[in-house]
T-cell receptor, first 113, second 117 residues
Framework: LAKTTQPISMDSYEGQEVNITCSHN???????ITWYQQFPSQGPRFIIQ???TKVTNEVASLFIPADRKSSTLSLPRVSLSDTAVYYC??????????????FGKGTKLSVIP | EAQVTQNPRYLITVTGKKLTVTCSQN?????MSWYRQDPGLGLRQIYY???????DKGDVPEGYKVSRKEKRNFPLILESPSPNQTSLYFC????????????????FGPGTRLTVL
């Protein structure tokens, strides 16, 4: 199973771009990389997902290098409302009938006015 | 409204008293999962289910049981709770199994905060 490693915390000023990197050295061929955002006292919610190269949606971009052993979530021009914990999730069909999912420990992003 | 519901939202119990936390989704999702969240440890998967009557262990299954008799429901059972099971629990569901792309996005319930004395 692919284990993930993320920075525990990050600080950023409003309006800056924030990049959060997740390491997943043992990622399997069938694994997708998904990022979730969690506010206090709420369940995580989906931000973005990718398999390789770059993915962009209305809230974030996800950069995945060719070897897929890491991924970087990019949040453009953060605001105070982006203060949250961000989780990297790697998972897929291991090929042995296992669909276990492993979250990282999360990165607590604090946006400063 | 598409959602995952959990009950109860808060529960205080004593060691050894069997309890069940219910989880229900109204999106006809195949994959359902239970997680526990503890400070500094992030989200850890307890059990998951790929479909009715198909369940499997996650990272931390000890002390827990699950069942999937109906597609929409996935209860978490603690037969003999202990204080180390004090945690915040989340149920989640997705349309398809992990590894299938966009349709495997997980939708999380609001959480159940369990305290075992």
């Amino acid at each position: 199973l692919a284990k993930t490693t993320q920075p525990i915390s990050m600080d950023s000023y409003e309006g800056q771009e924030v990049n959060i990197t997740c390491s997943h050295n043992n990622i399997a061929t069938n694994d997708y990389i998904t990022w979730y955002q969690q506010f206090p006292s709420q369940g995580p919610r989906f931000i973005i997902q990718g398999y390789k190269t770059k993915v962009t949606n209305e809230v974030a971009s996800l950069f995945i290098p060719a070897d897929r052993k890491s991924s970087t979530l990019s949040l453009p021009r953060v605001s105070l409302s982006d203060t949250a914990v961000y989780y990297c999730l790697v998972g897929g069909d291991s090929g042995a009938g296992s669909y276990q999912l492993t979250f990282g420990k999360g990165t607590k992003l604090s946006v400063i006015p | 409204e598409a959602q995952v519901t959990q009950n109860p939202r808060y529960l205080i119990t004593v060691t050894g008293k069997k309890l069940t936390v219910t989880c229900s989704q109204n999106m006809n999702h195949e994959y359902m999962s239970w997680y526990r969240q503890d400070p500094g440890l992030g989200l850890r998967q307890i059990y998951y289910s790929m479909n009715v009557e198909v369940t499997d262990k996650g990272d931390v299954p000890e002390g827990y049981k699950v069942s999937r008799k109906e597609k929409r429901n996935f209860p978490l059972i603690l037969e003999s709770p202990s204080p180390n099971q004090t945690s915040l629990y989340f149920c989640a569901s997705s349309l398809s199994n992990p590894g299938t792309g966009v349709s495997d996005t997980q939708y999380f319930g609001p959480g159940t905060r369990l305290t075992v004395l």
